[in-house]
């Protein structure tokens, strides 16, 4: 676990490949204000502390995730699900993935595992 965690800003764009941007990016093409950016920034990192204590306390690592922000009417949303398919997880004893990892890289049983994360989620803490 890195300390801090790592954040990074990707432009959501499909025709350029949701590209990796930082700061003076958003800032100079308008996409986002500096003070805009630093409550991104505080946001993420708020929700990276809830959810790594939440995994935790059910046996599963939160390895990375991704969030998505969007405006609606002027305003900031997050606008994004947490599942296996926006997480990296692993059970945090066998160190098995249990996300789309095992889809992307054939490992299989991946109905199996997302149905483990499910009943790890639901849980009462470990």
Same mark, same amino acid.
């Given at each position: 676990?890195?300390?801090?965690?790592?954040?990074?800003?990707?432009?959501? *764009?499909?025709? +350029?490949? %949701?590209?990796?941007? *930082? %700061?003076?990016?958003?800032?100079?093409?308008?996409?986002?204000?500096?003070?805009? +950016?630093?409550?991104?920034?505080?946001?993420?990192?708020?929700?990276?502390?809830?959810?790594?204590?939440?995994?935790?306390?059910?046996?599963?690592?939160?390895? $990375?995730?991704? +969030?998505?922000?969007?405006?609606?009417?002027?305003?900031?949303?997050?606008?994004?699900?947490?599942?296996?398919?926006?997480?990296?997880?692993?059970?945090?004893?066998?160190?098995?993935? @249990? $996300?789309?990892?095992?889809?992307?890289?054939? @490992?299989?049983?991946?109905?199996?595992?997302?149905?483990?994360?499910? *009943? +790890?989620?639901?849980?009462?803490?470990?």
């Amino acid at each position: 676990q890195f300390n801090p965690p790592i954040l990074e800003f990707f432009y959501k *764009n499909d025709d +350029l490949h %949701d590209p990796l941007i *930082n %700061d003076c990016h958003a800032v100079t093409f308008g996409w986002a204000t500096q003070e805009e +950016l630093d409550m991104l920034r505080k946001y993420g990192y708020k929700v990276n502390d809830l959810m790594v204590e939440y995994f935790k306390e059910r046996k599963i690592r939160l390895v $990375d995730f991704k +969030l998505e922000f969007g405006r609606h009417k002027g305003e900031i949303l997050l606008g994004d699900e947490i599942s296996p398919d926006g997480c990296r997880l692993w059970h945090s004893e066998t160190g098995e993935k @249990m $996300d789309k990892d095992r889809f992307r890289f054939s @490992m299989g049983s991946v109905e199996e595992k997302y149905r483990e994360v499910y *009943n +790890l989620v639901c849980s009462e803490k470990k």
